[in-house]
């Protein structure tokens, strides 16, 4: 029997949101407010993509409340879960009861407000204590909770060194931001000791929602009041309707670019990303794979086979993915399940969520979903979990 393995959930921490609170404190001048950080963790792609003068604030799109202890804040309800403190025994006395064998773990979303640094040295010290800050909190549950690892790809030298040493803790997975670095397209050769360098370590590709940036250009600069509730709450629809935009992107140039040919035991996983898209973007995949008017392909492997030997998908049905086990029926190697714990979107039942429809798969598919596809990825780089 396979492990059981969440390729998605999270280690949360009560200074969310407030990094002057917890152990990276002395970044906090390099970080906004609490109101135009969290406008970074939900919008930041399609802000980035207006003008500054018309950007809005939180303050204008959340009303301030007042949390059972005091404080006033504009995070609303709903995200009051990212700053529920994690421990070690709390977690572990989950997974063993839900069943999880393995859980890949992200992060605070500090990590991934990095880029709001500028200078790179201190950008560098920040990612690496932001790293440690939660590996030190796991320690020797490393085996069974492996964070994920955060880096900087404006310098690969740096990079390919806090690889090694998070590798080196117990870190099997590293969060990437699916967009091009310094004019360059990921599937550029000069990445190729990025991607030579997971797989020498026998770590996969993270693509999570926050770190996957849609090109938004003007659409978001629709000319309503953000003093208006409802104009406001469409806005902030409009910048999640997206998501999945830069997966496809980062899919797409992964697989035109060659670096899947070049890299063949290269493992991604997109998550918390949906999943719904995947059927129609394979089907597109497999029509730009033959022969026509573009010319041959140019590879052994087509762009079907690297996709689903190369990619894993977790559907988060907490989401919108309802017909996540259609999904899984239709590409059984690519789709993994996760459980979003102990975000808002998730469920802390993941594996009874699905109910009849998975106990009645059959008992080859569902053992793929709930592990053997994750456990295969790590099994073909050379470096097996072990648990």
């Known amino acids: 029997m396979s492990m059981v393995i969440d390729v998605d959930s999270h280690w949360t921490v009560d200074w969310e949101f407030h990094i002057d609170r917890g152990p990276l404190k002395r970044f906090t001048p390099h970080f906004p407010s609490e109101p135009d950080l969290f406008a970074f963790f939900i919008a930041a792609d399609i802000m980035a993509a ?12 959340f009303p ?17 879960g990212f700053r529920q403190a994690c421990t070690v025994p709390d977690r572990l006395e989950w997974m063993n009861r839900v069943g999880i064998d393995y859980s890949i773990t992200n992060g605070p979303s500090f990590g991934g407000a990095a880029s709001l640094i500028e200078d790179q040295k201190l950008r ?7 790293n440690d800050a939660v590996m030190d909190e796991i320690g020797s549950a490393a085996n069974r909770v492996g964070l994920v690892t955060y880096a900087d ?34 599937a550029h050769p000069h ?21 996957a940036p849609a090109l938004f250009g003007d659409w978001g600069r629709m000319g309503g009041d953000f003093s208006d509730p409802g104009y406001a709450s469409a806005f902030l629809r409009m910048a999640n309707s997206q998501r999945y935009q830069a997966a496809e992107l980062f899919l797409s140039a992964l697989t035109f670019g060659g670096v899947f040919d070049r890299h063949p035991k290269l493992t991604v996983l997109i998550a918390e990303l949906f999943a ?6 394979m ?16 590879y052994e492997r087509n762009a079907v086979d690297m996709l689903r030997q190369q990619v894993l998908v977790s559907p988060l049905p907490g989401l919108g993915d309802v017909n996540a086990l259609q999904i899984l029926q239709a590409e059984p190697d690519m789709i993994v399940w996760s ?9 802390a039942d993941p594996v009874t969520l699905y109910g009849e429809s998975l106990a009645n798969l059959d008992p080859v598919l569902r053992e793929k979903f709930l592990g053997k596809s994750a456990e295969d990825a790590f099994a073909r780089m050379g470096d097996p979990l072990l648990v």
């Open 50 to 61: 207006m003008p500054k003068d018309e950007r809005p604030r939180m303050e204008k799109i």
């Open 64 to 80: 301030e409340r007042v949390r059972a202890n005091g404080e006033r804040t504009i995070v609303p309800e709903h995200f009051e």
């Open 191 to 211: 990445f190729d000791r990025l991607w030579a360098k997971l797989v020498e370590l026998g770590m996969i590709v993270s693509v999570h929602v926050g770190l």
């Open 339 to 347: 459980s979003d714990f102990p975000h808002p979107e998730g469920s």
């Open 276 to 281: 719904f898209w995947l059927p129609t973007y």
């Open 153 to 186: 790809l404006n310098d690969l030298d740096w990079t390919l060194a806090e690889l090694e040493r998070m590798r080196a803790r117990g870190s099997r997975a590293f969060s990437i931001m699916a967009e091009p670095v310094n004019g360059m397209s990921l």
């Open 124 to 130: 560098h010290e920040f990612i690496r204590e932001a």
């Open 283 to 298: 089907g597109r995949m497999q029509m730009l794979t033959y022969p026509n008017m573009f010319g041959d392909w140019p």
